[in-house]
């Protein structure tokens, strides 16, 4: 059994790590958060103990590491706004535990060669939440296209992600590009991620629409050519929204055939876990290509749409 603690345990994000410690056999000791609504605690432990101040947090761990080796912190979960990943990456090494870090690892990549310079330093490791490369029908996916090759050597590809937020996304520190890195890095990480896992390492790149609240644009990979268009409007839902109806459209379309995988999701961060803490997580450059992409996206200048353009923006 391994000792875990948490930043941002009041977050959208926590329950799913604090289940997936749970349901990995750890224990949480400690978490913070600047918030007190964390009830969502008790489901679980009762037995953790919780900061509202990032100071006294890192003071009771640094308490705990000079324990016994019983007690002291083995991993610490950071489920933290975007903004902050990088410095509570650090705490967690500062106290000489492994880091389990929710996407993106840091908003800009410069930060990553000072992470893995401290990893060395610490003999501690920093592990990422690459869920999406965990999906059953994705893993699936990816495993059929290896064994084909589509006319002209790539594959055609339409990426759809649409989840939908009201105001307070916009007054939110996710609604602040300097904290959330904007659209495509707080929500289209993960997907970028999964098209460079799935059809290897980007050749180009274009933006054809960048709004607050809507990006779209066309990248060309190894394998495949991609139309993409992520937003967290709910005018772009191919649904009109109902009291208790899903607010969330995921879609990718491969030569025509259509994945539809908003479900699914539920258990993807415990498998994370379970197979960090067997040897087998996503570091450092496992998250670097995606990280350096949607830099790269949030400095483009718009491109004129052309037949590349996603279908939405057809419209």
């Not at 890095?185 to 960048?210: C, K, Q, Y």
């Not at 379309?253 to 994945?259: A, C, H, L, N, Q």
């Not at 803490?277 to 496992?286: K, M, V």
Request: net charge neutral; glycine share 8%; aromatic share 10%.
């Amino acid at each position: 059994m391994k000792n875990f603690a948490l930043c941002g345990a009041g977050g959208f994000i926590a329950p799913r790590h604090l289940k997936a410690i749970r349901d990995t056999g750890n224990r949480l000791v400690a978490a913070v958060d600047p918030k007190d609504s964390v009830g969502v605690l008790d489901q679980y432990t009762f037995d953790v103990r919780f900061f509202t101040e990032i100071e006294r947090f890192d003071r009771y761990l640094e308490k705990l590491r000079r324990g016994p080796e019983d007690n002291r912190v083995h991993y610490l979960s950071v489920c933290s706004p975007n903004y902050l990943h990088d410095a509570h990456c650090r705490l967690g090494l500062r106290v000489h535990a492994d880091v389990i870090c929710e996407k993106p690892l840091v908003i800009n990549p410069w930060n990553l060669d000072a992470l893995e310079e401290l990893e060395a330093e610490t003999g501690r490791r920093i592990w990422t939440v690459l869920q999406l490369r965990s999906h059953d029908k994705l893993v699936a996916l990816r495993e059929k296209l290896r064994g084909s090759t589509p006319n002209g050597g790539k594959h055609d590809v339409v990426l759809t992600y649409v989840t939908a937020r009201g105001p307070w996304y916009d007054i939110s520190w996710k609604g602040q590009h300097e904290k959330s890195g904007g659209v495509p890095t707080n929500i289209g990480i993960h997907f970028f991620d999964m098209l460079m896992w799935m059809f290897g390492p980007m050749e180009a790149s274009r933006v054809h629409l960048d709004e607050p609240r809507r990006i779209a644009g066309f990248m060309e990979l190894e394998l495949a050519r991609v139309r993409w268009f992520l937003s967290v409007d709910a005018r772009d839902l191919p649904f009109s929204l109902q009291p208790g109806q899903k607010t969330t459209y995921r879609s990718i379309t491969v030569d025509g055939s259509e994945i539809e995988f908003s479900e699914g999701f539920t258990d993807l961060h415990t498998r994370v876990y379970e197979q960090t803490l067997a040897g087998n997580g996503y570091g450092i450059a496992a998250a670097r290509p995606a990280i350096e992409l949607v830099h790269a996206l949030r400095q483009a200048e718009l491109s004129p749409p052309t037949s590349d353009v996603h279908p939405i923006l057809r419209r």
